[in-house]
T-cell receptor, first 114, second 110 residues
Framework: DAEITQSPRHKITETGRQVTLACHQTWNHNNMFWYRQDLGHGLRLIHYSYGVQDTNKGEVSDGYSVSRSNTEDLPLTLESAASSQTSVYFC?????????????FGPGTRLTVT | DQQVKQNSPSLSVQEGRISILNCDYTNSMFDYFLWYKKYPAEGPTFLISISSIKDKNEDGRFTVFLNKSAKHLSLHIVPSQPGDSAVYFCAATGPVQFYFGTGTSLTVIP
């Protein structure tokens, strides 16, 4: 069965360290997204990609970067982790280029920055 | 600035009764709306959607209503079951991205 996976599921890191969160989908979807979930804010878009070599900034992209070298993967990198980046991170993918199809979410990565 | 708002952080309902979850949005350009359900330690899963050309969409126990003039949508769950206890997010699609609300935690009491 097709799926979307994230690793690690839990991560503790120190302030200033570079951290990369992995996202892998086997749906063969062109669209992939990274969100963070925080209390009182819901899900906020960090970065998104509509295909290989395409990346775009979302509403909370500062301090994060992504790259898309193949269809299946969209790793999220925190260049220099800050305590404000402690959050739960969700990766998602979708089929439709015009956003009229639902997104499929991964199980999430809980990141703690100490 | 939150473009999609869910003003009720939590809701408790007796099993068998109707659950009504509400969502308001500010951008009249949004043309597609979705509801997601999220259990603890899991990612959100798609529940039901509605296009802006419709005012109602049903799927089993779940019905979504859209009032474009009021920029308001609601999710009705009838009858509510204990397994419906979860956080519900509404979402709207703009030209380039999804916008999610802050979520409503539904508890269905047996």
């Amino acid at each position: 069965d097709a799926e979307i996976t994230q690793s690690p599921r839990h991560k503790i890191t120190e302030t200033g360290r570079q951290v990369t969160l992995a996202c892998h989908q086997t749906w063969n979807h062109n669209n992939m997204f990274w969100y963070r979930q925080d209390l009182g804010h819901g899900l906020r878009l960090i970065h998104y990609s509509y295909g290989v070599q395409d990346t775009n900034k979302g509403e909370v992209s500062d301090g994060y970067s992504v790259s898309r070298s193949n269809t299946e993967d969209l790793p999220l990198t925190l260049e220099s982790a800050a305590s404000s980046q402690t959050s739960v991170y969700f990766c998602a993918s979708s089929e439709s280029p015009d956003l009229t199809y639902e997104q499929y979410f991964g199980p999430g990565t809980r990141l703690t920055v100490t | 600035d939150q473009q999609v708002k869910q003003n009720s952080p939590s809701l408790s309902v007796q099993e068998g009764r109707i659950s009504i979850l509400n969502c308001d949005y500010t951008n009249s350009m949004f043309d597609y709306f979705l509801w997601y359900k999220k259990y603890p330690a899991e990612g959100p899963t798609f529940l039901i959607s509605i296009s802006s050309i419709k005012d109602k969409n049903e799927d089993g126990r779940f019905t979504v209503f859209l009032n474009k003039s009021a920029k308001h949508l609601s999710l009705h769950i009838v009858p509510s079951q204990p397994g419906d206890s979860a956080v519900y997010f509404c979402a709207a699609t703009g030209p380039v991205q999804f916008y999610f609300g802050t979520g409503t935690s539904l508890t269905v009491i047996p």
